[in-house]
């Protein structure tokens, strides 16, 4: 049998924290709390190894803060580095682990707090384990979410669960992968501390499962979000139980919709082998070295328009390279259109001027980490950017397995890992996003590079089982 042990930390902010990731300058210091919020993990144990998942209620977390987590959790536990996922659920109601350049500050005491909290998280579940039997289910959830970036556009619709029962036939664990932007909150409570549809997913699991903690992994959902009548005052406090009543309500509530299908995937849950296995590979990922033709334009334009205080035209230009509604910028700076262009425009300044540093001599390959753990025929890849989902459907083609769990805004951050689409349209998530991560673009073979190192991490994975058997 396996061994497994879950455990739960608050990583709440405390007052003055910033939100992050709802446009630029704004100061979102959050004014109240709707959730708390947590690190939750899950460590699992063969005869021979152990690997743990600690899955954190940030918009995205950062490689330092990755090695922190790790470092304190080998020092306690003896896990090896490389086998501790370090995953955040991309909640955009929550602070970050590392900054996103004008999308809310971050503060240096809080990210160790938050490092230390998940540490804990692992080592505490590591100190209770218990022996358990592992299942693995995956089910389709069609209809609750689209393509943000084209009409018709590709999306992954698979929901995979990971259930860890004690001897006594109990639920000790749920973990669920699903992929869709959690945005609900934002939209209607832009100010509140919330774990969003992640947290709500795990909240109603464990009212359902008692004793069992839930732990949600964020897919790829870079060009995914929910339906868009999820982010509406009736729909974003359905009630939390199976009447009847909810069948009909629940027809567009994510919350709902996915507990359910988790529900449904288990009568079909397989028993897996008990052994488990990490690796842990640094992809060289390619990129496109900047202009200074496509530089130097957006810092002339933010000079200029902040020594005239020039709002004619904004929207042609700093609009459409920086933001997917020009009207909601506004709306978020109070609706002061002054405001929202001087925001614009010195986010302009920050990222040209670092930029201007070194872009001319810096590398134009980005190293960034890819990992892949297994939990018998369960496999999870992980891998630190918002993933298209044209690469989610190509792993799961390529990977050999139904049981699939893709872990995205993992143990770093390198941003939107976009499609050849969005690559040639030049869009938010192509031209903007590597802006704000400091950055040069990706190309299209940037996202064929990470997949092929996810799936070379998953093959060392498999072959260490292979060895053991």
């Not at 987590?69 to 970050?96: D, F, Q, S």
């Not at 389709?140 to 970036?149: D, M, S």
């Not at 202009?291 to 020594?307: F, H, V, Y």
């Not at 950017?385 to 139904?402: I, Q, V, Y």
């Amino acid at each position: 049998m396996l061994s497994a042990g879950t455990a739960r930390t608050c990583i709440t902010p405390w007052w003055g924290i910033e939100l992050t990731g709802w446009g630029y300058y704004v100061g979102r210091t959050w004014r109240e709390i709707h959730d708390d919020l947590y690190a939750t993990a899950v460590v699992i144990e063969d005869r021979t190894r152990a690997i743990a998942i600690v899955s954190l209620d940030l918009m995205v977390v950062g490689a330092e803060f990755t090695r922190e987590v790790r470092e304190r959790v080998a020092a306690e536990t003896g896990i090896p580095p490389e086998h501790v996922l370090v995953a955040c659920t991309h909640t955009h109601n929550a602070p970050a682990a590392e900054g996103l350049l004008g999308a809310g500050e971050t503060d240096p005491d809080y990210e160790r707090f938050a490092a230390r909290q998940a540490a804990t998280a692992v080592i505490l579940a590591w100190n209770s384990r218990v022996q358990v039997h592992a299942f693995a289910a995956s089910t389709p959830l069609a209809g609750h979410t689209f393509n943000r970036t084209r009409e018709g556009g590709p999306v992954d619709t698979t929901l995979t669960t990971l259930r860890l029962d004690r001897r006594d036939g109990s639920t000790l664990a749920m973990v669920v992968n699903f992929q869709a932007h959690p945005t609900v909150w934002t939209k209607l409570r832009p100010f509140a501390v919330a774990r969003d549809v992640p947290g709500q997913v795990c909240k109603v699991l464990e009212g359902i499962l008692p004793g069992a903690t839930a732990l949600y992994l964020q897919g790829a959902c870079g060009d995914v979000n929910f339906l868009r009548d999820d982010s509406t005052p009736e729909r974003r406090d359905q009630p939390e139980d199976y009447s009847t009543q909810l069948v009909q309500q629940m027809r567009r509530n994510p919350v709902t919709h996915i507990t359910m299908a988790v529900q449904v995937a288990q009568m079909n849950a397989v028993a897996l082998e008990p052994v488990v296995a990490a690796a842990s590979h640094v992809a060289s990922v390619p990129t496109r070295r900047w202009t200074r033709e496509e530089i130097e334009p957006d810092r002339n334009e933010a000079q200029r328009r902040l020594a005239a205080r020039d709002i004619s035209g904004w929207r042609e230009t700093l609009g459409r390279s920086l933001t997917n509604n020009p009207e909601d910028m506004i709306a978020r700076h109070g609706g002061d259109e002054w405001k929202a262009v001087e925001a614009m425009c010195r986010f302009h300044l920050a990222w040209t001027y670092e930029m201007l540093q070194d872009f001319e001599t810096r590398p134009e390959v980005l190293p960034t980490e890819v990992q892949a753990l297994v939990v018998g025929e369960l496999a999870i890849v992980a891998n630190s950017s918002e993933l298209f989902s044209a690469f989610a459907l190509d792993l799961r083609h390529r990977a050999g397995t139904p049981h699939l769990m893709i872990a995205c805004y993992s143990n770093g951050r390198i941003g939107y890992m976009p499609d050849d689409h969005d690559i040639a349209a030049k869009s938010y998530a192509a031209w903007t996003s590597p802006k704000y991560c400091l950055q040069f673009p990706f190309t299209p073979r940037s996202g064929p590079e990470l997949c092929d190192g996810m799936l070379g991490a998953l093959a060392d994975c498999r072959s260490a089982t292979q060895r053991r058997s």
